[in-house]
């Protein structure tokens, strides 16, 4: 089975910037969709952005501008890179991953803080 873990997160000032990663143990072509969730105290899980296989992507309006979601697949690799950081981006940042047959994987989660 295949497990992701991310990394990445931390402290960062508004206005900041931050990559997180999503590393996974066996290969990522079979995933038909990736995607990062957050969800901060208090409040339900989101979803920030997701990329197909084909490398279609979409945003959360709220991240839009700001946010690029990214995957290498030789690396096996997802990446969210984050700017123009606000506190309101502060929460825990969860990797997601479906493969064609519907099986879903997540990771741990990594925190993300904004903060000056």
């Known amino acids: 089975q295949v497990q992701l873990v991310e990394s990445g997160g931390g402290l960062v000032q508004p206005g900041g910037s931050l990559r997180l990663s999503c590393a996974a143990s066996g290969s990522i072509v079979n995933f038909s969709v990736m995607r990062w969730y957050r969800q901060a105290p208090g409040k339900q899980r989101e979803l920030v952005a997701g990329i197909s296989n084909s490398g279609i992507t979409n945003y959360a309006d709220s991240v839009k501008g700001r946010f690029t979601i990214s995957r290498d697949n030789a690396k096996k690799t997802l990446y969210l890179q984050m700017n123009s950081l606000k506190s309101d981006d502060t929460a825990v940042y969860l990797c997601?991953?479906?493969?064609?047959?519907?099986?879903?994987?997540w990771g741990q989660g990594t925190q993300v803080t904004v903060s000056s």
């Open positions: 997601y991953a479906a493969d064609w047959a519907a099986r879903s994987y």
